[in-house]
Structures are given as structure tokens and as C-alpha cells.
């Protein structure tokens, strides 16, 4: 048998990061690969399903899994999110626990915390933010959270200035395993150009109309057509469940609909280094977020 002798010293694991929502999971995840791969939003709960992203750091490969928020669900897209949260965590090498700073202890962080201290897992009690808050408030939370659990280490970082994210990256490598790596040097993600379109039209949507509908709707890539010119023409479907939420997408003069596909457009352009002809369409799918199949697109397992 044949044995790469390069592959012998290499590292290599899957790290999940979880936390209560909008704690800055999908930050880190597009600071840590080196590009953006995940949405973005001040609202919370904006990832649903699970996304892999790659990162390389020095001979370690570090597989991370960006989940949704864990919080306590009521409707059945949320229990299916929270489900593939934990479904995350209990898969993966290492657990990054990312806590927002900025933000008291709540019943939810408590809740990650047990359950993560039950899972027995390697836990990386990571607090972000740390820019946004004073030193003294910093070192109490800490203390308050080292309490609630038993980690394997706690570090200070903020995802959006990068300050510590080295630190992050040495402790994660002294937990992974060692393997060879599972994917190429230059792999990202996992995520199609279909699925990363749609997901970058569902953050202009929450940005355009976080206060009307802001969890109303998900959006689809119909059709991708590669052009001759080396260009590319993208049709999305944005489902919503009602015909007043459509009017409200579409707006007056077909408004909204033109400010979300203007700026998904400039993105997406901007991601895939090409011109870009969005067109995007609005459909009432009444209960879509009761639809089976729509679970299936999302990549989240249908929970009763």
C-alpha cells in the first residue's frame, strides 16, 4: 500500500459552531475561510440550514459547520433548524460555543452550555464582540459562563475586526485529529453557485424588508443559463405565503422587487467575477413552510 508520507502530520476535523442566534457564527465562518460563503444580517436566525466551509491553517484542515441559532422553537422550521444545530454539534471534532458579549446571559445560552457539557465534546467557549464591551464586563461574563460548564478553553475574539482569530485557530488545531485532509487545498465549501445566488437575494431581502416580513419567505434558483459572452442569466423565485405579502415584495412600480435584485446583483457579481443578468419572480406558495420538499432544498430533515 501506498502511504503519502506529506498526509502523515496533517490534522484534519470537522469543527461546528453553535450558539444562540445572532451570535456572530456566520461572521467568523466567512473570516475564518477568507471569503463570504454565508449570509449576514442584524436579524436573527438568518442561517437555517447547515453550511461547510473549509479553511487551511498551516498543515491543519479545519472543516467548519456553520449552524443555525439554538434557541427554543415553536413552529416546525424552527424546531427543524435548532434539530440541525445540535445534529451539528454531536457530528463534529470540536465545538466552537460562540457567545455574544455584548449581550446578558439568557436562558438559551444556559441551555447550549448543559448541552454541550453533557455531549462531552471538545468545547471552545469562544465570547465575540469583545470590541464592543469594557474589559470588567468582559472578565465577569467569563467567569458567569466558565460556571455554567466545564471547557476546554475560552477565548476572546471579534469576528468582524479578526482580532484573536489566530489564537481561535491554534486551539482548534490541537484538538483535530490527525488525518489527511478530506478536501483540496483550495476548497471553500460545499455550497453550489445555485444555492450561494439564492442565499445571497434571501440576505437583500431581509435587509430590504427585515420589518414587514422577516421570516416570510425563502427563495429559489429556477434556472441558470452560462451565456456565450461568458456572462450568466439567473431566474429565483421568491415564495411567500400570502398575496399580501407579494404585494408588499413587488412594491409600488415593482419598487422592492427592483432594490433587492439591484443589490443581490451587485454582489453576485462581484462573487463570481462576471456579469450577471438577475431576474427575479415573486410566487404565493401557501404553507411553504409546512412543504416538505421546501425542507429537502434547505437541506433540513422534516420534524413533526
Not at 478536501?183 to 460545499?190: F, G, I, K, M, R
Request: proline share 2%.
Amino acid at each position: 500500500m501506498n502511504v503519502d508520507l506529506n498526509q502523515l502530520d496533517k490534522r484534519c476535523g470537522f469543527v461546528a459552531l453553535v450558539g444562540a442566534p445572532n451570535a456572530g457564527k456566520s461572521t467568523l465562518l466567512n473570516s475564518l475561510v477568507g471569503s463570504k460563503i454565508a449570509i449576514v444580517t442584524q436579524k436573527v436566525q438568518t442561517t437555517r440550514s447547515r453550511l461547510i466551509g473549509v479553511a487551511v491553517y498551516g498543515d491543519n484542515q479545519m472543516v467548519f459547520v456553520d449552524t443555525p441559532g439554538i434557541f427554543a422553537p415553536k413552529k416546525r422550521l424552527e424546531r427543524a433548524m435548532v434539530a440541525a444545530a445540535w445534529e451539528g454539534a454531536n457530528d463534529a471534532d470540536v465545538v466552537v460555543f460562540m457567545v455574544d458579549a455584548t449581550l446578558r446571559i439568557d436562558d438559551s445560552t444556559r441551555a447550549i452550555a448543559e448541552g454541550l457539557n453533557k455531549s462531552g465534546k471538545k468545547t471552545v467557549l469562544v465570547l465575540n464582540k469583545i470590541d464592543l464591551i469594557k474589559r470588567d464586563s468582559l472578565l465577569a461574563k467569563t467567569k458567569e459562563l466558565n460556571e455554567l460548564a466545564e471547557f476546554n478553553e475560552t477565548l476572546m475574539i471579534s469576528a468582524k475586526t479578526g482580532n484573536g482569530l489566530d489564537d481561535l485557530q491554534d486551539k482548534i488545531a490541537e484538538f483535530l485529529p490527525k488525518s489527511p485532509w478530506l478536501y483540496p487545498e483550495d476548497h471553500l465549501t460545499d455550497i453550489t453557485e445555485r444555492m450561494l445566488a439564492a442565499e445571497i437575494t434571501r440576505e437583500k431581502f431581509f435587509m430590504r424588508f427585515h420589518e414587514e416580513l422577516p421570516y416570510a419567505a425563502t427563495i429559489e434558483t429556477e434556472r441558470w443559463k452560462e451565456l456565450k459572452d461568458g456572462s450568466v442569466r439567473i431566474e429565483q423565485v421568491i415564495y411567500v405565503e400570502r398575496d399580501s405579502q407579494k404585494k408588499i415584495v413587488i412594491g409600488k412600480g415593482g419598487r422592492g422587487l427592483k432594490v433587492i435584485g439591484k443589490m443581490a446583483r451587485e454582489e453576485l457579481e462581484e462573487l463570481l467575477d462576471r456579469k450577471v443578468h438577475l431576474f427575479l419572480f415573486v410566487k404565493v406558495r401557501k404553507g411553504w413552510s409546512d412543504d416538505k420538499e421546501r425542507y429537502r432544498n434547505m437541506g433540513l430533515d422534516w420534524i413533526k
